[in-house]
């Protein structure tokens, strides 16, 4: 009985050396099958999220455009021209919004979007002025002191820009000097490939009329004398004489 009760007090419970070595090699088995799906998965997973990145700053970027163009108003260069502070390219936009920033006085400012390209890469920039009166003759297309630029998208992308009018024409450049285009189709392509990077946006430019044709009977009326009449003058009937 003594023999006995002293055999079961020195079998004490718990692994033996080989058995805990055959549950280690087990582990490292488990383990080496993990690390081998998670080294197959990550890039995956990695190259996935890259692109859901890149198409969340894309349509941030598209938005911001989009409000810009919503908020474009009818301004004449110069108080001798009845000709719109707008320049509409295929791969920029140059027109006159109100002031955007809080922390300058109300007014009206010159945004021009494009691509730019240059030893820190390609990108897409909002450049932005203080508006002035151009002199007569001056294309709002030309050079400009433009006090800040804003990145609105790296990495390679490119913008392109078609313009519609009133009854739904698109055009790759905008060349009506009177009127402003009702829709901007706003579009952000790889420079490599030349692929889309997001779905293209649409922004309506809610101002339809200048403010001198708020008399007028039609805004094609107005148009049509704005575009016949020079010096700026107006017809009687639609807010006087100068």
């Not at 198409?55 to 001798?80: K, M, N, P, W």
């Not at 790759?172 to 952000?188: C, G, H, N, S």
Request: with cysteine.
């Amino acid at each position: 009985m003594k023999r006995t009760a002293r055999a079961m007090q020195s079998a004490s419970p718990g692994f033996s050396i080989l058995e805990g070595l055959v549950a280690l090699a087990l582990a490292g088995l488990v383990m080496g099958g993990v690390s081998m799906l998670v080294a197959q998965w990550m890039p995956v997973w990695n190259r996935g999220f890259h692109n859901v990145q890149n198409a969340d700053l894309a349509a941030v970027a598209l938005d911001r455009i989009a409000a810009d163009f919503a908020e474009a108003r009818y301004v004449t260069g110069s108080s001798q021209d009845n000709y719109l502070f707008f320049d509409g390219a295929p791969g920029a936009a140059t027109f006159v919004r109100p002031t955007l920033d809080p922390g300058e006085r109300p007014g009206l400012e010159v945004v021009r979007i494009t691509t730019v390209a240059d030893k820190s890469g390609i990108r897409i920039v909002r450049r932005r002025a203080r508006f002035t009166p151009l002199p007569p003759g001056v294309s709002p297309a030309q050079d400009l002191q433009f006090a800040s630029t804003a990145v609105l998208l790296r990495g390679g992308a490119r913008i392109l820009f078609s313009y519609a009018d009133g009854e739904g024409r698109w055009r790759a450049q905008w060349d009506d000097p009177v009127t402003l285009p009702a829709r901007v189709r706003i579009e952000l392509r790889d420079v490599a490939t030349g692929a889309s990077l997001a779905p293209a946006t649409t922004a309506i430019v809610h101002v339809e009329a200048p403010a001198r044709c708020a008399s007028a009977r039609s805004l094609r009326l107005c148009n049509r004398f704005e575009q016949q009449a020079p010096g700026g003058m107006q017809p009687q009937g639609q807010g006087g004489s100068q």
